[in-house]
């Protein structure tokens, strides 16, 4: 976007203006009421283009809603060519921040960078290349998809020939002349994965693409992901489930409270969500008694007892110091088994603990 001054020619008043390269805007002056055509020039010198590695740069992104700060102080970046994840329970400042992304909200503070594009000062250019997918996306019920994606070829002023290739590239050949008012929910995400393809964009943002649908759509979403990757196009998508991104991304970044509380790869995660094993420990005759050298025992964080059954907390480093000061203690071990909770129960855990 930029911001000119203008001169009224008739009471010479100044006035201030806002536009895109080549835009051409109507202007009517505030005190004299003049009308007037003002064209800012499409070939900007300003345009600013970094050629790093990033799709995708987020620097302190802000975005306070009345009451409400929806995202809060959010760095990340996306590098080129990953599929990145975008996870955090709902209400947790995701689509805000892929809308402030895509220049659909203005943000309070920060600078998003897209392709390398300041999204302020190069607006333009920073959002052709983008195939954007909305968390709620409305057709027209009465039409069928080939109509519907004509209709976007419109807009985005693209050729029409490549919609039928695209309905049968995403899997929609079979309801080709359905309208799609009969589509189920599945269906309808197929068609909207389709028109974001239109124009061959370099990177897609894809709101919630797998939300609300079941294991088998998730699967066939899932593979159409992939499918746009393996081009070569970057690939950034918000969950609220974690099993949707921990097998089909990079690297994922996680919000909550609309803070980014962690940026990492999936492996990596068990970090952030504190994953700890469970350790049990079949012991003879315990009772349900904790022995004393447990109650006290550094890096033990919870422990208790059922029947022979000693259950501890603890770092993995710790795991064999403890079975080794049971030994010393002489309580005499018939089995021990140890449960790695899940990424998934750690992060349920993890909101339910912030709610
Ligand atoms: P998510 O996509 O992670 O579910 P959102 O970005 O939609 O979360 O919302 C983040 C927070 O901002 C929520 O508390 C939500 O109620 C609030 N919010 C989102 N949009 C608006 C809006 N237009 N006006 C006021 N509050 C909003
Ligand atoms: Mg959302």
């Not at 607006?123 to 983008?130: Q, W």
């Not at 998508?237 to 803070?259: D, M, P, Y």
């Not at 994953?275 to 033990?300: D, H, Q, W």
């Not at 907390?313 to 140890?338: G, P, Q, Y």
Request: net charge positive.
């Amino acid at each position: 976007m930029i911001t000119k001054t203008i001169v009224c020619p008739k009471c010479k008043n100044q006035i201030e203006i806002q536009g895109n390269p080549g835009d051409v805007i109507l202007v009517t002056c505030p005190k004299c009421d003049t009308k007037g055509k003002f064209s800012f020039p499409a070939d900007i010198t300003e345009i600013e283009k970094t050629t790093d590695s990033y799709s995708i740069q987020i620097d302190n992104l802000t975005k306070i809603f009345k009451d409400v700060t929806a995202v809060n102080n959010v760095s990340f970046k996306v590098k080129n060519g990953e599929i990145f994840g975008f996870l955090g329970p709902n209400g947790a400042g995701k689509t805000t921040t892929i809308k402030a992304m895509l220049g659909l909200i203005h943000m309070n503070t920060g600078k998003i960078k897209i392709n390398g594009y300041d999204i302020i000062k190069n607006s333009k250019e920073s959002r052709t290349k983008i195939g954007y997918l909305p968390e709620i996306i409305s057709f027209y019920e009465n039409l069928t998809p080939v109509q519907t994606l004509n209709f976007f070829c419109e807009m985005k002023g693209q050729d029409k020939s490549i919609v039928k290739p695209l309905i049968k590239e995403v899997g929609l050949e079979d309801a080709m002349n359905k309208k799609v008012g009969t589509f189920s929910r599945g269906m309808r995400q197929l068609l909207g994965i389709a028109q974001t393809m239109i124009g061959s964009p370099s990177i897609y943002v894809l709101d919630e693409p797998m939300a609300g649908l079941d294991a088998r759509w998730v699967k066939i979403v899932r593979d159409k992901i992939r499918m746009l990757n393996e081009r070569g196009a970057t690939i950034m998508f918000s969950s609220h489930i974690l099993s949707e991104v921990q097998n089909l991304c990079t690297r994922v970044a996680i919000i909550n409270k609309g803070r980014l509380i962690a940026e990492d790869t999936v492996p990596n995660l068990s970090k952030y969500l504190k994953i700890k094993p469970r350790l049990e420990i079949e012991i003879s005759g315990l009772n349900g008694e904790v022995p004393n050298i447990i109650a006290t025992f550094e890096g033990v964080e919870q422990y208790s007892a059922k029947g022979d059954i000693l259950f501890i907390t603890c770092d993995s480093s710790v795991r064999i110091k403890v079975i080794k000061a049971l030994e010393e203690a002489k309580f005499e071990i018939k089995d021990i088994k140890t449960f790695e909770p899940s990424l998934e129960e750690a992060f349920v855990r993890l909101i339910e603990g912030d709610k």
